[in-house]
């Protein structure tokens, strides 16, 4: 069974806090990665890992980090949440190669309101 | 580089009608293709994919998709539409070369009239 967690799924706090995402799998997956989502529009990655102590940024720039030390772990971090922040953060994690396509498997996501 | 598309922002149905939802890609070779369906507030499932072998691929929620390498589209489609399939959709291309991410297409919004 594919198991991917998100904590927590909703979360509203306040400008200027520090905040961490965490998202964990039970897969053994070496890749990993974190989209930025608002309502109804299109996935942005903001961060991908291809392994333990492996981290890169991805295609759309963000404010948060992210740290991989655990293969299973791939937590995602904002020093100081502004309301530009706001929006829907989907972790995914995505298996070798086998050569049957293997798919990127997704949590249920983390809603983060900033006020 | 690699790119998807997705014609239709948003289409409408009525429940037991057949659905058609477009996917294009750009890319240099048969690339792995995808098809994810969203619920609001939820994660992504993937409905079904294409790798190798036989074009028309057969998914979960009697959906099903076909390869056309000539016309660079795999479009999904269902005979039925039941109410419960209203949800967002997504088209996406992963490359066969691992070291590359996904690309996701933008997104079919898809509303079903009772």
């Known amino acids: 069974e594919a198991d991917i967690y998100q904590t927590p799924r909703y979360l509203v706090i306040g400008t200027g806090k520090k905040i961490t995402l965490e998202c964990s799998q039970t897969?053994?997956?070496?890749?990993m990665y974190w989209y930025q989502q608002d309502p109804g529009m299109e996935l942005h990655l903001i961060h991908y890992?291809?392994?333990?102590?492996?981290?890169e940024k991805g295609d759309l720039s963000s404010e948060s980090t992210v740290s991989r030390i655990r293969t299973e772990h791939f937590p995602l971090t904002l020093e100081s949440a502004r309301p530009s922040h706001t929006s829907q953060y989907l972790c995914?994690?995505?298996?070798?190669?086998?050569?049957?396509?293997?798919?990127?498997?997704f949590g249920p996501g983390t809603r983060l309101t900033v006020l | 580089a690699q790119s998807v598309t997705q014609p239709d922002i948003h289409i409408t149905v009525s429940e037991g009608a057949s659905l058609e939802l477009r996917c294009n890609y750009s890319?240099?070779?048969?690339?792995?293709l995808f098809w994810y369906v969203q619920s609001p507030g939820q994660g992504l499932q993937l409905l079904l994919k294409?790798?190798?072998?036989?074009?028309l691929v057969q998914g979960i929620k009697g959906f099903e998709a076909e390869f056309k390498r000539s016309q660079s589209s795999f479009n999904l489609r269902k005979p039925s539409v039941h109410w419960s399939d209203a949800a967002e959709y997504f088209c996406?291309?992963?490359?066969?070369?691992?070291?590359?991410?996904?690309?996701f297409g933008p997104g079919t919004r898809l509303s079903v009239l009772p």
């Open positions: 294409y790798f190798s072998g036989d074009t």
């Open positions: 996406a291309v992963g490359a066969k070369n691992y070291g590359q991410n996904f690309v």
């Open positions: 995914a994690s995505r298996g070798r190669d086998r050569g049957i396509g293997n798919e990127q498997f």
């Open positions: 897969m053994g997956h070496d890749k």
């Open positions: 890992s291809y392994g333990v102590n492996s981290t």
């Open positions: 890319y240099g070779a048969t690339p792995y």
